[in-house]
């Protein structure tokens, strides 16, 4: 009796374990929401899971200038069903951010959360001038189940030392979220990062990325000073074949195209970044260059300072949602849309 009874205790202590250690590998909710990662963890997760070529998505917007919600959809299961697009980047400039109010963006990103659902990474943009307001996005980007947030340097007036103002910027934002943060410079905001600047903003814990569009010198510089610790990439499709085999990046992170450049049955950009990553490089490059009548028909149509109008219209040729844009861009007009028609009748893209 005393041996069935030890026994018992024996196999009660067994489950017991096995059960907390079960339950120790599974992280904390949020709501309904599991996060994947924990703060310490995020660099690992986006070392391991951000990987390979990631868009940019254009919002459609109605006749009435509202949100296309079923035209998103219908245009995220085909970059990902299609396309095989392994993330998504959500209301960064592409998507217009800067015309839509906080309660669209919000919905912005539950949209493309709900629609990916796992099957690709979602990416979005808590940009704003306002920081409650990049707080704020960035906290329901956590509650909503997205993966990764992007945030753009800010515009900083009448500042000429940005390096402790960066840092503290990025500082106070990884202290209130756990998600996993890419930082993001551009022209727009009147300065670039300095590679030194962002390698120090590299080492906060949830600091996971970089989307770097500045001079190639700049972003290799970057890329050797913290390429194990965090993601730098570009938006360059052009320079994309050249930084997998140069710099060994991982990840292309990301403008459109991805699916401008690509059909359901002509999917060359995947296919040279799959021979690149196998370490094929002549023949990812005989792919690659076989593209050059896409891309100089996308360049010669395109019109001056029309770039959402011009990418949503050619999203409309190939069979995916367009629409219109909101103010302050312009939309295309009928002859416009005519010569680019003429131009991507003759690129040679197979549909």
């Not at 017991?16 to 995020?42: D, M, Q, T, W």
């Not at 913290?226 to 992170?253: A, C, M, P, R």
Request: charged residues 25%; aromatic residues 10%.
């Amino acid at each position: 009796m005393d041996i069935e009874y030890s026994y018992i205790q024996l196999r009660l202590f067994i489950a017991s374990f096995a059960y907390r250690s079960s339950a120790a590998r599974l992280k904390p909710h949020k709501g309904n929401i599991v996060i994947k990662y924990s703060k310490l963890e995020a660099k690992d997760y986006a070392r391991e899971n951000m990987l390979g070529i990631w868009a940019a998505a254009l919002n459609p917007f109605n006749e009435d200038l509202s949100l296309d919600e079923a035209g998103m959809r219908s245009n995220i299961r085909h970059w990902i069903d299609d396309l095989d697009i392994k993330g998504l980047f959500i209301a960064g400039k592409q998507g217009e951010f800067f015309s839509m109010s906080l309660d669209e963006r919000k919905r912005n990103f539950e949209i493309a959360v709900d629609e990916c659902n796992g099957k690709a990474g979602v990416i979005v943009s808590a940009s704003d001038q306002n920081f409650d307001t990049v707080k704020t996005l960035a906290r329901h980007a956590e509650d909503c189940g997205a993966d990764y947030i992007v945030v753009h340097a800010p515009v900083l007036s009448f500042v000429h030392d940005r390096g402790e103002v960066l840092y503290q910027y990025y500082k106070a934002l990884c202290d209130c979220v756990d998600i996993g943060i890419a930082m993001w410079s551009h022209p727009d905001s009147g300065y670039l990062m300095q590679p030194e600047e962002c390698a120090r903003i590299a080492e906060l814990p949830n600091i996971v990325a970089i989307k770097y569009s500045v001079p190639r010198e700049m972003y290799v510089r970057l890329t050797h000073m913290v390429g194990d610790k965090i993601h730098v990439s570009t938006s360059s499709e052009d320079e994309w074949l050249n930084n997998i085999e140069e710099l060994g990046w991982k990840l292309y992170l990301c403008s459109s195209p991805p699916y401008h450049l690509q059909t359901k049955n002509d999917q060359r950009m995947n296919d040279y970044t799959r021979l690149a990553f196998a370490g094929e490089f002549a023949e990812a490059r005989r792919v690659r260059d076989s593209l050059d009548p896409v891309r100089d028909a996308m360049a010669r149509s395109r019109p001056a300072d029309k770039p959402q109008a011009f990418g949503k219209y050619w999203q409309e040729l190939l069979g995916q949602v367009g629409g219109r844009v909101r103010p302050p861009m312009l939309n295309l007009t009928a002859a416009e849309k005519a010569s680019i028609r003429e131009a991507f009748e003759a690129c040679g893209l197979k549909r």
